[in-house]
């Protein structure tokens, strides 16, 4: 079983940046990959960014491929997601994912999520 806890949300105006956490806890997550998706009131979740645990691979969304960075710390079990140029359209509620990396990192089914974590970008 793994737990994961997201940290970093808050308020930012547009324009400015923010770092989330992802804190990973449980079992070896050698060959997991770790996820974030983001779900807006009213809208469906949708896919942000994803790494595998070695980091040797990644994936973006096309629209948050020049503004968000994903990356992992292994020492300290944790996946922060890097987020410039933030913009009114990106306030949701990010949660953190993990599942078996599989065969690649695109089929990764997520079992384990985490709460979330609100970001809320002003105008």
């Known amino acids: 079983q793994v737990q994961l806890v997201e940290s970093g949300g808050g308020l930012v105006q547009a324009g400015g940046s923010l770092r989330l956490s992802c804190a990973a806890s449980?079992?070896?997550?050698?060959?997991?990959?770790i996820g974030w998706f983001r779900q807006a009131p009213g809208a469906e979740r949708e896919f942000v960014a994803a790494?595998?645990?070695?980091?040797?691979?990644?994936s973006y969304a096309d629209s948050m491929m020049d503004r968000f960075t994903i990356s992992r710390d292994n020492a300290k079990n944790t996946v922060s997601l890097q987020m410039n140029s933030l913009k009114p359209e990106d306030t949701a509620v990010y949660y953190c994912?993990?599942?078996?990396?599989?065969?690649?990192?695109?089929?990764?089914?997520?079992?384990?999520w985490g709460q979330g974590t609100q970001v809320t970008v002003s105008s």
């Open positions: 994912a993990a599942g078996p990396l599989g065969r690649g990192i695109l089929t990764t089914r997520y079992d384990y």
């Open positions: 449980g079992r070896t997550l050698s060959a997991y990959t």
């Open positions: 790494i595998s645990w070695s980091g040797s691979s990644r």
